[in-house]
């Protein structure tokens, strides 16, 4: 077909039946309208909305654009379940009724007031494959009118070509749930991005969300605009299903990405992530499990670094209480390691704000925990924590209340290293190696032993040196400079334990151990 772009305007159901083919630049698909006279000024202003309420594109063939070039399909329910290819370029699903259109800036789809529409859904089951290009999904929902806004359970790809970092953006708007299933990928030679907004965030059982790279991680934003943006538009609620995976490893030589969940009300955590550092160098990456309110933590993170520092794992409710066995009511949000001072409460009664001994012991060889509270951390058993070289436990209470020891704290750092090395151990023993014996038993009155610092004979340099007796005994200097003794030795051992005993109270407790050692400060 053409290679310039197609505009299709339906007031229906514009769309391409299964086994369909479109190779075009760029191509709009859309049931609005613009007006003539906007359209001849190149002002991309969709303005006149479908009569139909469940007005819809979809497709179901292949959509493939040239390089550099967009494909938007906006209506007031997209449905993708073909396959759709832009290298380099970008692609838009929008569920909405009128919107305006952005060729050469980075707005691409955007809404105005007033723009929301009734019943607002974006699915997508296909393929999508934008590597180098974005990949956007966004619907503008009227509030409590429906309670998915975007589905996604399909393939989407955005990954890195040259210097062209993929990026996979999911917006929900104020209003709407973004349900994430199916595999996210922007990874490449260095990682790209996946945010997704909403007042409600899903990810599912199955889902996959991998921006690794192989010279470093991407970002993983859900519930936030991510970390540059001090996580700009909280979710209300985020919500991470046992075996979802998210990845933002270096997979070479670099350090790991970041993975953050974000929200007001509610964070729910209870699958795996893991921002790991480069197998032949680099850190691990940084995650944070965080809410202004409640935070629940099941899941699992890694953040090691094989040839480099371990990342950090942030978790940060109100007030904490670190509790023996198992089961606390933060566990789901301390599972990446990490509880902030922002987090919400959990529990209630004497299981309020409870993090287990257990989770931490599971987490202290893999991540740097960090638990923050605003107020008052109670540490409320015995704790003994494995950690490995590199990795720490910070206990940190961020406005008042201090930290509290109940019970002894144990803390075990495992290394010691003692190396012992020298190029000459000199013989003092009886015999013609011994240096003092010589001197004192066969030097003479009648030779000065600085006359002997040339102790080659001439002529026979390394071969022959120069002494008194010549028979037995050795030139001192001939000892001291050739006669060498060699000592090396390497020994890695031992098991260093820090007690702290009740009533301790500070702001910030730090139990790490790096190069073998361990300190509290």
Same mark, same amino acid.
């Given at each position: ?30 049931? !609005? ?19 139909? *309420?469940?007005? !819809? ?6 959509? &493939? ?6 494909? $938007? ?9 073909? +396959? ?5 370029? /970008?692609?838009?699903?929008?569920? %909405? ?7 050469? #800036? ?45 589905? @996604? ?7 890195? +070509? ?13 209003? =709407? ?7 996210? $990928?922007?990874?490449?030679?260095? #990682? ?15 889902? &996959? ?5 192989? &010279? ?33 490893? %270096? ?16 964070? +729910? ?7 790991? =550092? ?5 850190? #691990?990456?940084?995650?944070?499990? &965080? ?12 953040? /090691? $670094? ?17 509790? $023996? ?9 301390? =599972?990446?390691? @990490? ?17 287990? %001994?257990?989770?931490? #012991? ?26 490995? !070289? ?13 930290? /509290? ?13 003692? *190396? ?51 028979? *037995? ?26 007690? !702290? ?21």
């Amino acid at each position: 077909m053409s290679k310039r772009m197609i505009a299709r305007a339906s007031r229906s159901r514009p769309g391409f039946g299964a086994g369909s083919r479109i190779d075009v630049g760029s191509l709009v698909a859309t049931t !609005a309208n613009i007006r003539d006279e906007d359209f001849l000024a190149g002002r991309y202003v969709f303005s006149q909305a479908s009569a139909i *309420r469940d007005a !819809a594109v979809i497709n179901e063939g292949t959509i &493939s654009l040239r390089d550099n070039g967009l494909a $938007a399909l906006v209506a007031p329910h997209v449905r993708n379940s073909g +396959v759709i290819e832009a290298r380099l370029g /970008r692609v838009a699903l929008g569920g %909405a009724g009128r919107f305006t259109l952005d060729f050469h #800036g980075d707005g691409l789809l955007s809404f105005a007031a007033g723009d929301e529409t009734a019943g607002a859904l974006v699915e997508h089951t296909g393929r999508i494959q934008a590597d180098g290009g974005t990949v956007l999904m966004t619907a503008q929902a009227v509030k409590g009118v429906v309670d998915q806004v975007i589905n @996604t359970q399909g393939i989407v790809s955005a990954t890195t +070509v040259g210097e062209h970092q993929g990026r996979i953006v999911l917006s929900g708007g104020d209003a =709407g749930t973004v349900a994430i299933g199916g595999q996210l $990928a922007a990874g490449g030679e260095h #990682g790209g991005s996946v945010v997704a907004t909403g007042r409600h965030i899903t990810v599912g059982t199955d889902a &996959s969300i991998d921006v690794s790279g192989r &010279s470093g991680g991407g970002e993983i934003a859900l519930g936030s605009l991510g970390v540059a943006s001090g996580f700009a538009g909280k979710s209300a609620t985020v919500e991470v299903a046992a075996g979802a995976r998210l990845a933002a490893d %270096a997979t070479v030589r670099g350090d790991g990405g970041q993975v953050t969940m974000w929200s007001t009300d509610r964070t +729910v955590f209870a699958g795996s992530l893991q921002a790991r =550092g480069g197998a032949q160098g680099g850190d #691990g990456g940084f995650a944070e499990v &965080s809410s202004l309110k409640a935070i629940g933590l099941q899941g699992q993170a890694d953040l /090691r $670094a094989e040839h480099g520092r371990t990342g950090t794992l942030l978790i940060d409710p109100t007030d904490l209480r670190i509790v $023996a066995g198992s089961g606390g009511s933060q566990d789901g949000a301390a =599972g990446d390691g @990490t509880v902030s001072a922002g987090d919400a409460n959990q529990g209630s009664g004497n299981a309020l704000n409870t993090v287990s %001994a257990s989770l931490l #012991g599971s987490l202290a060889g893999n991540s740097n925990i960090v638990l923050q509270a605003t107020g008052q951390i109670t540490v409320d058993t015995s704790l003994n924590l494995q950690t490995t !070289a590199g990795h720490g436990f910070t206990l940190q209470s961020t406005q008042t209340g201090g930290i /509290r020891f109940s019970d002894r704290v144990k803390l075990e750092g495992n290394l010691n290293y003692n *190396r012992q090395f020298t190029d000459n151990i000199p013989d003092v023993t009886y015999g013609p190696n011994s240096m003092i014996y010589n001197i004192i038993i066969w030097g003479g009155a009648d030779w000065d032993v600085n006359q002997l610092r040339d102790y080659w004979q001439p002529g026979k340099e390394g071969v022959q040196q120069i002494y008194a007796e010549y028979q *037995r005994y050795n030139n001192p200097w001939f000892l001291a400079y050739e006669w060498l003794r060699g000592h090396y030795k390497t020994d890695i051992y031992g098991q260093t334990t820090s007690i !702290a005993e009740s009533a301790v109270d500070q702001n910030t407790l730090w139990v790490g151990t790096d190069d073998g050692l361990l300190w509290i400060t």
